[in-house]
């Protein structure tokens, strides 16, 4: 009885981890994080830990870019009604315009994606540079600057479920999933909010790498990788 059950049990884990194949050709080398004033901080460096580790097992070069090469504040235009300074200031490492030319381009969320002036450079940029990208990955309310981009026209994609109505206002024929945690169309990768961005690059990572790469950061990070259909958060915003 015992030795059915391990077999059955070893079936069970033999389908339910499925080996992803490495895809063939070049892999992406140059990835760039956009930058702007009030970005939400775990969109930027939960992906670039995620990166970082990605960096021990294979040649890649990652960049934090923003429109002037400059520091880029967490802080928001309005203080918190609390009064909180729970700020932070990273520089860039570039310009929009002396940007090294990216494969990858990856856009965060956070309260500065609604201010119009602020995001005004940062959809130009993405628009600008998206038709040479192997991917293009947004995190959270990063999807709207793709919406406002033009680049999820006719696509499946998803964004933070605690900021729907604000990102789904943005595009055409955009077929939002309310119950993802990360969506894959063609070239392009958009994630539910914060956290999701870390599940939404393990997910990319496995898909461009293989799965013994994405499970090695996984572990070296020792995160529970939640996949693309484990969404708790549409049914809670009520989706
Ligand atoms: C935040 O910083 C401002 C300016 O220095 C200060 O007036 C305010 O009291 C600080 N907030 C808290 C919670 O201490
Ligand atoms: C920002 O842009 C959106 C559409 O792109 C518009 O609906 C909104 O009114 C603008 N907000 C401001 C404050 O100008
Ligand atoms: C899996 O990844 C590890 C770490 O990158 C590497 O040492 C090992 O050779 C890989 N194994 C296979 C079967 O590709």
Same mark, same amino acid.
């Given at each position: 009885m015992k030795n059915i059950l391990t077999i059955i049990l070893g079936f069970c884990t033999a389908f339910a981890v499925a080996n992803v194949d490495p895809q063939p050709g070049p892999k992406p080398k140059n990835i760039g994080i956009a930058l702007f004033r009030a970005w939400q901080p775990m969109d930027v460096f939960g992906v670039f830990e995620a990166l970082w580790e990605l960096g021990l097992l294979t040649p890649i070069n990652v960049y934090l870019i923003d429109a002037d090469g400059s520091a880029a504040m967490v802080k928001p235009f309005n203080p918190f009604a609390t009064g909180s300074n729970t700020t932070a200031t990273v520089l860039a490492d570039y310009s929009f315009d002396n940007?090294?030319?990216?494969?990858v381009w990856i856009v965060g969320g956070g309260? *500065?994606?609604?201010?119009n002036a602020t995001m005004a450079p940062v959809i130009e940029f993405t628009k600008k540079v998206y038709p040479s990208l192997q991917y293009m990955i947004s995190v959270c309310t990063g999807a709207s600057v793709l919406a406002r981009a033009g680049i999820l026209d006719g696509k499946r994609a998803t964004t933070n479920k605690n900021a729907w109505a604000f990102v789904t206002q943005? *595009?055409?024929?955009i077929r939002w999933q309310?119950?993802?945690?990360y969506v894959r169309d063609g070239n392009v990768w958009t994630t539910s909010g914060v956290s999701a961005g870390v599940d939404g690059i393990l997910g990319w990572i496995e898909y461009v790498w293989g799965t013994n790469v994405s499970t090695t950061v996984t572990n070296a990070m020792e995160w529970y990788h939640s996949g693309?259909?484990?969404?708790?958060f549409g049914t809670l915003h009520g989706l």
């Open positions: 940007a090294p030319p990216l494969d309260i *500065g994606t609604r201010d943005f *595009g055409q024929r309310p119950h993802m945690r693309a259909n484990d969404d708790i």
